[in-house]
């Protein structure tokens, strides 16, 4: 298990296979969000309540789920990365914090966007936003992190002492509306009452399932591909580069 572990960490080994998945994962990704798309805009019923304006949930929920997911990802690899001084690792902490950080800004704005009509304003400090926006800056934090050192390795392992210190923030968030009144809603999706059930009728919770399933395929395609650029970037002057790109 440790030989094909080491094996896959290999950057010419994780090259190829990258660029073996990225297509499918993006063709898959875009099949499910158009499908999961039309169905939340046209087919999915209005919310008694909110009316329409619910239907911005098709684009919030996946894009603050993965807020959360890609900082955990991030964690692991940072992990990874002090304990086993896998290069790769490192790569995946640096690339995948610019990824993070869009998704929690959309996340933040389609919010924001959502609380107008819901709240009556755009902004409230309450306790999911304003944990939601200490993400953001944690992102924020790594990204500068990364291009305060001149050397790639000194600046992914101070990226990964950053992301396991801020990974705490990740359960804040998540269970903000549960230890302190909040305006925000509790899980969509599911809730923990002796058995797992959603909160959302049929018609409306299988284009949320897709465009969920989407976002999670097409954060795996921008990654491994961004992850590919930065191998390429640190191994240019690697003879496997060199002959994958010979004329």
């Known amino acids: ?8 960490a290999s950057p010419p080994t994780f090259y190829r296979l990258a660029n073996l998945l990225t297509p499918w994962l993006l063709a898959l990704a875009l099949a499910l969000l158009a499908i999961g798309v039309y169905g939340g805009l046209y087919l999915a019923p209005a919310d008694y309540q909110q009316g329409d304006a619910f239907r911005i949930i098709y684009v919030h929920v996946p894009a603050a789920a993965l807020s959360l997911s890609i900082y955990m990802t991030m964690a692991v690899a940072g992990g990874i990365a002090l304990i086993w001084r896998m ?13 993070g950080a869009s998704f929690t800004a959309l996340a933040l704005i389609t919010g924001m966007l959502w609380g107008k009509p819901t709240w009556g304003a755009y902004w409230v400090w309450d306790a999911r936003l304003t944990s939601e926006l200490v993400l ?27 992301a396991l210190v801020g990974v705490i923030n990740v359960p804040i968030v ?19 009452d002796g058995i797992a059930k959603p909160k959302i009728s049929g018609p409306m919770l299988w284009p949320l399932l897709l465009t969920l399933a989407g976002f999670y395929l097409f954060f795996g395609a921008a990654l491994l591909r961004r ?11 690697a003879r496997w580069v060199q002959e994958l790109f010979a004329i």
């Open 227 to 237: 992850m590919q650029n930065e191998v390429l970037l640190r191994e240019k002057n």
């Open 136 to 162: 953001l800056f944690l992102y924020l934090g790594v990204i500068g992190l990364n291009q305060a050192y001149s050397d790639a390795r000194t600046a992914a392992r101070a990226c990964a002492w950053l």
């Open 174 to 192: 998540h269970y903000s509306v549960q230890w302190w009144n909040s305006l925000h809603q509790g899980s969509t999706i599911l809730s923990i």
């Open 1 to 8: 298990m440790w030989t094909w572990f080491h094996r896959l």
């Open 87 to 99: 290069k790769l690792a490192e790569i995946a902490v640096v690339t995948a914090a610019p990824i």
